[in-house]
């Protein structure tokens, strides 16, 4: 009724989908699944009439216009007296007009009636936090909740580091956790068995497949259920068949990540979906009544879509786009709770699948990450925090570090200048932006604003005399590159009509940039001129998602095969680096050699230098605190490796108590 509304009063205006999200609801994130859904149901009203009263033309790449409908032939009207229509041009065109509008307002004020009166009778479930029961906190990291089918206890995994964690149960309702595993691996993804009595969970060891392993609660021993073929780790959930597990594998090193059936009676696996598909499915809960899966499909240009699928039938169906990520489902199977992170903007919502209509529950000042339910409305949610600050070490093993960004900030990307200088793209006092740390400064001063997720991970990259910085960007619905001189003046925006775009590299000249850009059909190189930003040039490299330049040479990553490669010609491997989104951006070439990290977190993180001419790689120095979005660096006055180091990192679980009006 809203967007029927909204597309009246703009009278022959075009209405763009920002305008709708505004005003039917309220700023709120939508999809694209429920504007579409509106707009649908808003064009069957118009057929409520012999011929239609109206209708919604779609702009596309802009919005919606409703328009009312023409008429070739006048209506009956009994008029007193014949009009010359010489005398008076035009007249009968118009008259017809006024009575055609006046037909289709009069059509238009009983579909508001109509769908006024079935939205009385369809209200959106409401959904509110009663209270906060007990919160799971302390200097441990808390991740991984997973309540108990009585809702009584909650399992999760704590540790000092996401290296050698062991998994806790504790009841809801308060008291001292108690520790269920004890062994040599990091103990993740607890799954409760359907009548409590077991619980499954994923162990993980560096340079071995996951162990899916299962223990009986509250105490007894642990043994091995099966494993993964490929990856380190994984998500396992139980099936409410008691069966069955769920969890995510791969086929080997080059295929995507799908949701995979254990049968526990065989240990015969089942792709939940074919393996072919540019795609990964991550992050995936269970309806209580087993009939469905909610899950993400991530693209390889970094976008996702949650999508629900039948497990009887086989179909599948987007229910969003965009930042939805962690999935719970409430107990009558009916609704299905979401969390978000829309430029720092964290929420907690709710799906009924009978309206579509989202309904924010509550907002947080920390982003959310898993989410887990019980009954009676109790729902778990895993809170975190990290900080990170900018690390220059030297080479010598002598050498302290020196932490370039003290406090608690959160560095995530950075490029070095010719001279030295530094921009770093950082979230200090809760405001992202882009700083500028001079050579031998003792503090960073702030260059610009930036908004906080679409700058997130970019590296800002200096021209070769200096004075200018590109950065990558992207928004909702556009992406492009924006250039600014050392001071913070803008000096171009180019814009890109695809999805997304990674971080540029500058010509010699300094005076175009080239830079990898998804659309539908993949990556590709792209080439703009600064002084016709808008002109942009393909160029024939594709599927390279992030590359470098050094002495005229041009290195990359592509998107479906490990390593870096000199791409300028015919591409050649350098090194066959680890495959995976994570490590795109996790090397550096210098003069002769490239750096690249190689391990896990907490313990093995290292960084190997190779010479690019070929050869054997050796160790540069141990890096356990590397953190994988920030990037690395080498500064070429001074040979110092420069990278994002985590300082800190605070995962705690808040258990809520959800209620349905």
């Not at 999200?21 to 939508?30: A, K, L, N, Q, T």
């Not at 200097?139 to 290296?163: C, E, F, H, N, V």
């Not at 932490?403 to 990307?413: H, I, K, T, W, Y």
């Amino acid at each position: 009724m809203q967007v029927l509304v909204a597309l009246t009063r703009a009278a022959d205006r075009v209405v763009s989908r920002d305008d709708l999200i505004r005003d039917c609801w309220s700023g709120r994130i939508v999809g694209d699944d429920a504007i579409n859904g509106a707009v649908a149901k808003v064009r069957r009203l118009a057929h409520l009439t012999q011929e239609a009263a109206f209708k919604i033309e779609t702009i596309p790449r802009v919005g919606y216009r409703l328009r009312i409908a023409e008429v070739t032939e006048a209506p009956p009207v009994t008029e007193p007296a014949p009009i010359n229509e010489a005398v008076l041009p035009g007249r009968p065109l118009f008259r017809r007009r006024v009575l055609t509008i006046g037909a289709g307002l009069t059509v238009l004020a009983a579909s508001l009636l109509l769908v006024g009166r079935w939205w009385t009778r369809s209200p959106p479930p409401l959904w509110s936090v009663e209270r906060v029961e007990v919160s799971i906190a302390g200097p441990l990291i808390q991740r991984w909740p997973s309540i108990s089918p009585d809702g009584k206890m909650i399992a999760y995994s704590a540790g000092p580091d996401i290296t050698s964690r062991k998994l806790y149960l504790k009841p809801i309702a308060g008291g001292e956790p108690l520790r269920l595993t004890d062994d040599a691996y990091d103990d993740t993804s607890p799954t409760w068995a359907p009548d409590g009595s077991q619980i499954a969970y994923v162990a993980r060891k560096q340079g071995e497949p996951c162990r899916l392993m299962v223990t009986a609660v509250p105490a007894g021993p642990a043994h091995q259920l099966g494993s993964c073929l490929l990856p380190e780790t994984t998500q396992i959930v139980w099936a409410r068949s008691g069966t069955a597990l769920y969890f995510l594998d791969q086929r080997d090193a080059k295929s995507r990540q799908r949701v995979t059936r254990f049968d526990l009676a065989t240990g015969r696996r089942e792709n939940l979906t074919p393996l072919d598909g540019d795609y990964d499915e991550e992050e995936f809960s269970l309806s209580p009544d087993g009939h469905w899966i909610s899950f993400l499909r991530a693209d390889t240009g970094g976008h996702g879509h949650l999508l629900l699928r039948d497990l009887r039938t086989g179909e599948e169906r987007v229910l969003l786009n965009g930042t939805y990520v962690n999935t719970a489902w409430a107990q009558d199977s009916r609704t299905i709770f979401m969390d978000s992170d829309d430029q720092g903007d964290f929420a907690l919502w709710a799906y009924p699948l009978e309206t579509g209509a989202l309904v924010r529950i509550l907002s947080s000042p920390e982003r959310m990450l898993r989410l887990s339910s019980g009954p009676n409305g109790v729902l778990a949610v895993e809170l975190g925090k990290r900080y990170a600050t900018l690390v220059q070490r030297p080479t010598a093993d002598n050498q302290a570090p020196q932490m370039l960004s003290p406090g608690r900030v959160m560095d995530l990307a950075f490029g070095i200048s010719p001279n030295g200088t530094i921009a770093i793209v950082s979230e200090r006092e809760g405001a992202m932006g882009l700083w500028l740390l001079q050579k031998g400064a003792s503090a960073a001063h702030k260059l610009i604003d930036l908004p906080l997720a679409s700058a997130r991970f970019y590296e800002p990259r200096w021209s070769p005399d200096g004075s200018k910085i590109a950065l990558g960007t992207t928004a909702p619905g556009t992406a492009g590159i924006r250039v600014i001189t050392a001071l913070g003046a803008d000096v171009a925006y180019i814009p890109f009509d695809g999805i997304t775009v990674d971080d540029p590299i500058w010509t010699e000249q300094g005076d175009a940039l080239i830079f990898p850009g998804y659309k539908e059909n993949g990556w590709q190189l792209w080439r703009a001129e600064l002084s016709k930003p808008s002109l942009l040039q393909p160029l024939p490299q594709k599927g390279w998602v992030a590359i470098q330049a050094r002495g005229g040479a041009l290195y990359g990553t592509h998107d479906d095969q490990p390593g870096v490669w000199r791409i300028d010609g015919t591409p050649r491997r350098i090194t066959a680096i680890s495959y995976g989104e994570d490590w795109r951006h996790c090397w550096s070439v210098t003069d002769d050699n490239i750096d690249y990290v190689v391990g896990l977190p907490g313990v093995s993180r290292q960084i190997l230098t190779q010479p690019l001419a070929g050869g054997p790689s050796h160790l540069l120095m141990n890096v356990p605190d590397y953190l994988m979005e920030g990037g690395m660096a080498i500064d070429a006055q001074s040979g110092a490796v420069l990278y994002s180091a985590l300082q800190s990192q605070e995962n705690d679980i808040e258990i809520l108590h959800l209620a349905r009006h």
